[in-house]
């Protein structure tokens, strides 16, 4: 008999009603957003699928470069495209933000061109 009350007690509370949402659960993106933001970034919907990513902006971004090691990010040519043998410079990444078509500069040298979207 107990064993019967104590299935019908278990039964009954899975049909109650559930708690209210709090403020840490209710709105997760405030939660990322915050956590964002202290790391100096901010929440932006990218890419062909608009996720929503914490894109951190780059002390060094547009700072003459000739290769990623020069940078807080990465090294990249202004232009994009067949480039022609020999040095290039490039520019320092602004933020961390992995879409676009791109060429890196590696030890001076542009690579191919790789475009993510």
Same mark, same amino acid.
């Given at each position: %008999?107990?064993?019967?009350? &104590? @299935? #019908? @007690? #278990?039964?009954?509370?899975?049909?109650?009603?559930?708690?209210?949402? !709090?403020?840490?659960? @209710? !709105?997760?993106?405030? !939660? @990322?957003?915050?956590?964002? &933001?202290? =790391? /100096?970034?901010?929440? %932006?919907?990218?890419? =062909? #699928?608009?996720?929503?990513q914490c894109i951190i902006p780059f002390a060094d /971004?547009?700072?003459?470069?000739? *290769?990623?090691?020069?940078?807080? /990010?990465?090294?990249?040519?202004?232009? &994009?495209?067949?480039?022609?043998?020999?040095?290039?410079?490039?520019?320092?990444?602004?933020?961390?933000?992995?879409?676009?078509? =791109?060429?890196?500069?590696?030890? /001076?040298?542009?690579?191919? !061109?790789?475009?993510? *979207?």
């Amino acid at each position: %008999m107990r064993l019967l009350i &104590a @299935a #019908l @007690a #278990l039964l009954a509370s899975a049909c109650s009603p559930m708690a209210a949402p !709090t403020p840490e659960t @209710a !709105t997760p993106t405030r !939660t @990322a957003e915050q956590a964002c &933001a202290a =790391r /100096g970034g901010a929440l %932006m919907r990218v890419g =062909r #699928l608009q996720t929503e990513q914490c894109i951190i902006p780059f002390a060094d /971004g547009g700072k003459v470069c000739r *290769d990623g090691d020069d940078c807080r /990010g990465n090294c990249y040519t202004e232009t &994009a495209g067949n480039q022609p043998p020999g040095p290039v410079t490039g520019r320092c990444a602004v933020n961390d933000l992995p879409f676009g078509c =791109r060429t890196p500069v590696e030890d /001076g040298q542009a690579g191919p !061109t790789l475009c993510v *979207d």
